[in-house]
């Protein structure tokens, strides 16, 4: 089984629209979760990490359910900018583990 | 900072020739991975180094290839013979311990071995 699992898409959505990406993890004993953003050609970077609680930054909304071990990410009010691929990523000790990645998007 | 740099961004080789890769992490962190990405196989861990020892190689497809940390701001990864099936973007990311836990990513090397 894999450490991380998110539905690759593609997800094609209409600006505006919102749109939202799960991800499952294998270990319990993960500690730390994010979600990074990834354009076409580029290197990863970090878009938010995911707290229990639930965290927002702007149009942004990311959850965490440790019961279930599943990670979510909501975009609303989607721009033409988002599109890229999101990648679920998991620290389980001192090791980062990576979702395939979801691609993303957005059609004016 | 100036962030992860890699060098080159970009290598045309042919099959047969050794191919180095290089990587100067973030000052302070303590941690250096290397990653292979396809669009096969997505993005996988190759190896990883903490205060310049290597942890787990597990990743490292063969023996074709090898990776050093010879200092905390210097890292290689060599493939020696390189095959048309290496052709990937490799990546090298570093990480501290402890501080947001982010890892960051360099700008990556395009492989292409003909």
């Known amino acids: 089984r894999k450490e991380v699992e998110q539905d690759p898409g593609p997800f094609n959505v209409p600006e505006g629209a919102t749109v939202a990406f799960n991800c499952t993890y294998s270990n319990s004993a993960s500690q730390s979760f994010f979600w990074y953003r990834q354009d076409c050609r580029k290197e990863p970077k970090l878009l938010m990490s995911?707290?229990?609680s639930g965290n927002e930054d702007g149009r942004f909304t990311a959850q965490l359910n440790r019961a279930s071990q599943y990670i979510s990410l909501l975009i609303r009010d989607s721009k033409l900018s988002d599109s890229a691929t999101y990648l679920c990523?998991?620290?389980?000790?001192?090791?980062?583990?990576f979702g395939t990645g979801t691609s993303l998007t957005v059609i004016p | 900072d100036a962030g992860v740099i890699q060098s080159p961004r970009h290598e045309v080789t042919e099959m047969g020739q050794e191919v180095t890769l290089r990587c100067k992490p973030i000052s302070g962190h303590d941690y250096l991975f290397w990653y292979r990405q396809t669009m096969m196989r997505g993005l996988e861990l190759l190896i990883y180094?903490?205060?310049?020892?290597?942890?787990?190689d597990s990743g490292m497809p063969e023996d074709r290839f090898s990776a050093k940390m010879p200092n905390a701001s210097f890292s290689t990864l060599k493939i020696q013979p390189s095959e048309p099936r290496d052709s990937a973007v490799y990546f090298c990311a570093s990480w501290k311990q402890g501080a947001f836990n982010e890892q960051f990513f360099g700008p990556g090397t395009r492989l292409t071995v003909l």
């Open positions: 995911v707290y229990s």
């Open positions: 180094f903490n205060n310049n020892v290597p942890i787990d």
């Open positions: 990523v998991v620290l389980t000790g001192n090791q980062f583990y």
